[in-house]
């Protein structure tokens, strides 16, 4: 089935060091792909997304690139803050008729920054 | 994108009891989908809830625990009954907007203690 694998955390760093947090998924359409972010005692926000093969989303200095040949998303940064410090969840939808439906999530992982 | 409220944003509850959560979105919207996060786990579909027909649950949830009402475009409940600490988590109310690429967005969750 459809899924969405992460890597494990916790990722820990040093404030302005480089980030990236791996993802690849498996689908059997033409999905749209997410990053999302939930902050400490937070919901969840959209971080940025690229709906077909060689999109890039960007977003406050983050950035993914959709490679439908490697069927990956990875996540990266080129200098972290410690207010970056949250849980990331890589995600998928699929499209259906040109509507999309739920989201299937990866299990998260946990960025912690350090000063 | 969208601005969607949830209410109640904490609460504890005690064994046995049930309890509605509100979901507001400023705008009106076809799909709404309420999800579940457990402590330390992603993210689960719990059901899809269109306006005017039935909600569709996903595998292993069923409507006599987790009954949902959709009465109109903007607006939502979802009801966990006869709670057990087990469903303590984050509930969270999401919206597709088709205006935005069919993104889906998040409110900022009900985080549920059941003691």
């Known amino acids: 089935g459809d899924s969405v694998t992460q890597m494990e955390g916790p990722v820990t760093l040093s404030e302005e060091a480089f980030l990236t947090i791996n993802c690849t998924y498996t689908a059997t359409g033409y999905p749209s792909l997410f990053w999302y972010v939930q902050y400490p005692g937070e919901g969840l926000q959209l971080l940025l997304k690229a709906t077909k093969a060689d999109d890039k989303g960007s977003n406050k200095g983050f950035e993914a690139t959709y490679r439908k040949e490697t069927t990956s998303f990875h996540l990266e940064k080129g200098s972290v803050q410690v207010s970056d410090s949250a849980v990331y969840f890589c995600a998928l939808t699929l499209a259906y008729g040109g509507a999309t439906n739920k989201l299937i999530f990866g299990t998260g992982t946990l960025l912690a920054v350090q000063p | 994108s969208a601005v969607i409220s949830q209410k109640p944003s904490r609460d504890i509850c005690q064994r046995g009891t049930s309890l509605t959560i509100q979901c507001q979105v400023d705008?009106?919207?076809?799909?709404m989908f309420w999800y579940r996060q457990q402590p330390g786990q992603s993210l689960t579909l719990i059901a899809t809830?269109?306006?005017?027909?039935?909600?569709?649950?996903e595998s292993g949830f069923v409507i006599d625990k987790f009954p949902i009402s959709r009465p109109n475009l903007t607006f939502s409940t979802l009801t966990v009954s006869n709670m057990s600490p087990e469903d303590s988590s984050i509930y969270l109310c999401s919206v597709r907007i088709q205006s935005s690429g069919n993104t889906i967005y998040f409110g900022e969750g009900s985080w549920l203690t059941v003691v």
């Open positions: 705008s009106q919207v076809t799909m």
């Open positions: 809830a269109n306006q005017g027909s039935e909600a569709t649950y």
